[in-house]
């Protein structure tokens, strides 16, 4: 598209913007929601295409912080991606991720990720899946007899204005165990994980928040169930704990969990497996190394060793090429001529760099060629993580 032109949105576009999601998405934006979206366009860096007067397309690239093995690291969490219907396959999301590239390497952002709506568009742009979700059903119309012995220190109930700051550090903590969350700050906590009305059922009452020394829950009520939004522990005694809790709601009967991480522990802690139905598992967040090198030095290794990786970047030249990876306690990674242990794609990089993916299903699939033997199960041993990674922040 010859006359395209990429710039800013500008703060007082932001309900253009709006208009636009529910166009390209097919959804009717009710007044209700319009203030968390307008907050959630003020937080972001917002990218338009224009063709010919219109508004072809447009991109919002939030500034966070991705828990990665063994810290946090600068990302840019992009979301109300969208190109009019009548300019597909015109080049106009290519040039608007460009565009979120080039401001990403300038703020110093290895990685980006989303959510993705079609998971293969941005396969074809380098994000690979980086971790999955499970949906649990618990029926507790009788008691939730547990393996573990839930931990005995009391729980509390917190009004939801309090729960940030009460939440906070808890949730901190957890992040450093298991990859894949979000870094919340006050306004994150109570906009987008405590609003007071849920935005996909107004049945539902506003969230209650359950609190032990070690762990949460974030949970609301309605016809005759609990919808669990998050539950954090810090071992497997405190999530008994919550869970008894939850089962024991007066005037339910079932708890619904849409979002759990893989491995979350339920089903195996409940004493008759078949109250606790795993009803769905599904990808979550998909992740793109922006910066190779950067992305691979700023996370934690689980064994040292080095490889020769050769990584394949169609959009990002900086990307493409031989790069010497280093792990244990003093990662590195810097380009070298030297022959490939590996190659592969920087999408395939994105899956397996929380640790929710293994090469060695990509080398046995064909996606990853393996030109040194027992190369991939070395790295997926630097790679591994001991806990599956997951992601419970929507954007």
Not at 147 to 154: A, K, L, M
Not at 274 to 279: A, C, L
Request: contains cysteine; charged residues 25%; proline residues 8%.
């Amino acid at each position: 598209m010859t006359d395209l032109e990429i710039r800013d949105v500008p703060e007082d576009a932001l309900d253009g913007m709006i208009d636009f999601s529910g166009l390209v998405f097919h959804q009717r934006i009710r007044e209700r929601d319009l203030e968390r979206w307008r907050w959630l366009m003020r937080r972001a860096e917002r990218i338009g295409a224009w063709s010919g007067g219109v508004r072809a397309g447009q991109l919002a690239a939030l500034p966070m912080r991705l828990a990665v093995p063994g810290g946090t690291v600068d990302c840019s969490a992009i979301t109300a991606v969208g190109v009019l219907p009548t300019h597909r396959r015109r080049g106009v999301l290519s040039a608007m991720i460009e565009r979120m590239h080039a401001d990403a390497t300038a703020a110093g952002r290895p990685l980006a990720v989303l959510w993705a709506s079609e998971g293969a568009i941005y396969g074809r742009y380098g994000f690979g899946l980086a971790d999955r979700a499970a949906e649990l059903e618990v029926d507790t119309s009788r008691p939730l007899d547990l393996r573990t012995e839930p931990d005995p220190r009391p729980l509390r109930l917190v009004d939801p204005a309090e729960a940030p700051a009460v939440l906070g550090p808890i949730h901190e903590a957890a992040l450093s165990r298991r990859p894949g969350g979000l870094v919340r700050d006050g306004e994150w906590w109570s906009r987008n994980v405590l609003p007071e009305e849920e935005l996909s059922d107004e049945r539902l009452t506003e969230p209650r928040v359950v609190v032990h020394p070690e762990g949460y829950a974030i949970y609301r009520t309605g016809h005759g169930t609990v919808r669990l939004e998050d539950l954090v522990a810090a071992d497997a005694r405190v999530e008994a704990a919550l869970w008894r809790y939850l089962a024991g709601i007066d005037l339910t009967s079932r708890i619904k969990a849409p979002s759990r991480p893989v491995d979350d522990l339920l089903p195996h802690m409940a004493a008759d497996p078949d109250q606790v139905r795993v009803t769905g598992e599904y990808g979550a967040l998909w992740l793109r190394l922006v910066d190779v090198p950067a992305a691979l030095r700023a996370r934690s290794w689980a064994s040292g060793d080095a490889f020769v990786l050769d990584v394949a970047d169609a959009r990002i030249p900086g990307n493409h090429g031989r790069w010497r990876l280093t792990t244990g306690p003093a990662p590195g990674c810097a380009p070298t001529a030297d022959p490939p242990d590996l190659s592969l794609d920087v999408a395939d990089l994105g899956a397996v760099y929380l640790g929710g993916a293994r090469l060695s299903t990509l080398v046995r699939i064909g996606a990853v060629t393996e030109h040194t033997p027992g190369a991939a199960a070395r790295l997926d041993a630097a790679l591994a993580v001991p806990l599956a990674p997951y992601t419970n922040d929507d954007f």
